[in-house]
């Protein structure tokens, strides 16, 4: 029925296409002999261009998608024996030809395919995939409870009509991407193409609950139930896990050896969390009609109302039943972890080297700041101290404490100050970082024991005592002198678009203005004063914020030191910096904007200097 369903809601969306095309092909002879020609040029040729632009690349991506495997690790029968005769047996359990290859993926999934011809009335290869962050995190009952689901799909015929659904959607949502909100002639084709994805939706999420069904009789109520919720639990630690973890060193060009890895120690490690999160994971889901499966807590009571199948009580690990894991997942992190240009290392160099550069940026910015303050073109750590030495930390302090007396602006600098000294701790190699899959990275001394600076520090930040802080950094081998300056201006990196206008005058140059959360970039136009919105989002979908940062003029709102609005709307203002530089910004009438309230976000982020 799904493929008697699919066939005929595209042969009816092109029926109506090629009706509205006859429609507006007469339309046009009515029109060149009622009026001019021109008139029928200027009102039936958006129409032809949605009608035949829109739908029919449309319908040649939907004929040229290829049915292609997923990218993964192939494992063999050889490779993994147990784990194939567990997928035997449940094919048989559910009536069903085993796959013919199993993969192991990068992703947060479990899926079948079937390659199937004609439509899918004649069989094809079929191909099993198991992400491995999910087999990492399930043991064997729940990984039978997830085979049998997908195996389900098999037994239900639903993946041998796979290529014509999918190619069904393909043409569907490239028709409505294709045709403008305003094109009269879209609106038929773009209500037809919602209400195909809206029936295609719901058909999806009843063959999810005839999946579920098959893996209740195979695994039983308790696995079934626990597989969904570990699946979804699985998806929100693998998302903190590489955000924690993974991205800070991947920005700084750095990457593990073995990604995966890592997330297997994080589940390992953090057992309590993955608990909580367990007894939230129903409630976090919402249902929409737009989405392919049931909310969790529908399924699970859909489930919980089934009979009971036959359940085995097995609490191994479902990586014992892959005996070569590492192998794999070594293997896997070659396949789909793009290394180029970063510099791979081992789990504990990549968590040193990642905190170090953390570190090093964060100290950077402190440099940069007191280097301001003291008039200096740069400063280290040895300026800093011979700085404080003289009395000087109320007044290093109010440069980061605006609001805090000179007294209090000294005392809150030792925080910023143990930064420094952990800088040079690290740069003396007297201390070093050790991984922790509970918590931030942890700072260790020679003799394995937590390295605490802090109260080095606040003898420093006085007077009277930084001679004697001083020698005791000496006495821990630490020399100040190594805590310097990288970066001595700032970057764009770690920086995020938060708006954008085009063809504006910055500076007295034609330029579009990416607006960053740390900074402005500046991308001279070229006398090209058209499309600004467009060529704004092809800029930053082209390359990282940080090439277009270095190719482009880049100021850091750390170098800005007042803005002064002449005029609100378009904007005028005359950007003030603290090596006494100024920056007139024009906006034009006719400039775009990234997205809708770009000018309202500019003001606000200048309103921050407006008093400086």
Aim: hydrophobic letters at 50%; zero cysteines.
């Amino acid at each position: 029925m799904h493929a008697l369903f699919s066939v005929l809601m595209l042969i009816g969306f092109f029926v109506m296409v090629l009706v509205e095309l006859a429609v507006t092909v007469v339309l046009a002879i009515w029109l060149i002999a009622v009026g001019p020609g021109v008139l029928a040029l200027k009102v039936t040729a958006p129409l032809f261009v949605a009608i035949v632009g829109g739908v029919g690349w449309a319908l040649w991506k939907a004929i040229r998608a290829k049915n292609e495997a997923m990218p993964g690790v192939i494992v063999t029968p050889d490779q993994a024996p147990q784990l194939w005769a567990e997928v035997r047996r449940l094919a048989e359990g559910v009536g069903t030809r085993a796959p013919d290859e199993l993969r192991i993926v990068p992703e947060v999934n479990a899926a079948v395919s079937e390659h199937t011809r004609l439509l899918g009335l004649i069989p094809g290869r079929r191909y099993l995939y198991l992400g491995l962050p999910v087999l990492q995190a399930l043991n064997v009952d729940q990984l039978r409870a997830v085979l049998a689901h997908e195996l389900g799909h098999y037994s239900a015929a639903h993946v041998r009509l796979g290529a014509v659904a999918y190619r069904g959607r393909i043409a569907m949502e490239g028709a409505i991407s294709r045709i403008g909100k305003w094109n009269v002639a879209g609106w038929p084709i773009r209500l037809y193409a919602r209400a195909y994805l809206l029936v295609d939706n719901a058909v999806s999420r009843r063959q999810e609950l005839e999946a579920d069904a098959a893996a209740v009789r195979l695994a039983g109520r308790q696995a079934a139930v626990a597989a969904l919720t570990e699946i979804a639990v699985v998806d929100m630690a693998y998302g903190f896990y590489l955000n924690r973890y993974v991205s800070p060193g991947a920005e700084l060009g750095l990457l593990p050896d073995d990604v995966f890895a890592g997330f297997g120690e994080l589940l390992a490690a953090r057992q309590d969390e993955i608990a909580r999160l367990r007894t939230q994971a129903a409630k976090r889901e919402t249902g929409s009609r737009w989405n392919t499966h049931p909310p969790l807590a529908v399924r699970i009571a859909a489930i919980n109302a089934l009979p009971e199948g036959m359940p085995s009580n097995d609490r191994r690990r479902a990586t014992d039943l892959v005996p070569d894991l590492p192998t794999m997942s070594a293997h896997l992190h070659r396949l789909s972890v793009r290394t180029e240009g970063r510099q791979v290392l081992t789990w504990p160099q990549f968590t040193a080297a990642t905190a170090t550069r953390q570190l090093q940026s964060t100290a950077d910015d402190i440099f940069r700041e007191l280097a301001r303050r003291m008039n200096r073109p740069q400063v280290g750590l040895y300026e800093v101290m011979d700085a404080l030495a003289a009395g000087r930390a109320g007044e290093l302090g109010e440069a980061f404490y605006e609001n805090a007396t000179r007294k209090e602006a000294a005392a809150k600098f030792a925080e910023l100050l143990e930064l420094l000294l952990v800088l040079a701790a690290v740069r003396s190699d007297r201390a070093t970082w050790q991984t922790s899959w509970t918590d931030s990275a942890e700072l260790l001394g020679l003799d394995g024991k937590p390295l605490d600076l802090a109260p080095i520090a606040k003898l420093a930040v006085d007077g009277a005592t930084t001679a004697l802080a001083v020698s005791r950094l000496r006495e821990l081998g630490i020399e100040i002198s190594a805590a310097v300056v990288v970066e001595a201006k700032a970057t764009a990196r770690g920086g995020d678009v938060i708006a954008g206008l085009g063809n504006v005058t910055f500076d007295g140059g034609e330029a579009d203005l990416l607006v960053l959360d740390n900074g402005l970039i500046a991308v001279p136009t070229k006398g090209d004063k058209d499309e600004g919105t467009k060529r704004m989002k092809a800029m930053i979908a082209s390359m990282p914020l940080t090439k277009i940062a270095e190719m482009n003029r880049f100021v850091p709102y750390e170098e800005v030191r007042k803005v002064t609005i002449v005029k609100q709307v378009p904007i005028r203002a005359t950007i003030e910096l603290h090596d006494g530089r100024s920056i007139e910004l024009k906006e034009s009438w006719t400039g775009d904007e990234l997205h809708k309230k770009s000018r309202e976000v500019l003001h606000q982020v200048f309103a921050q200097y407006s008093g400086q």
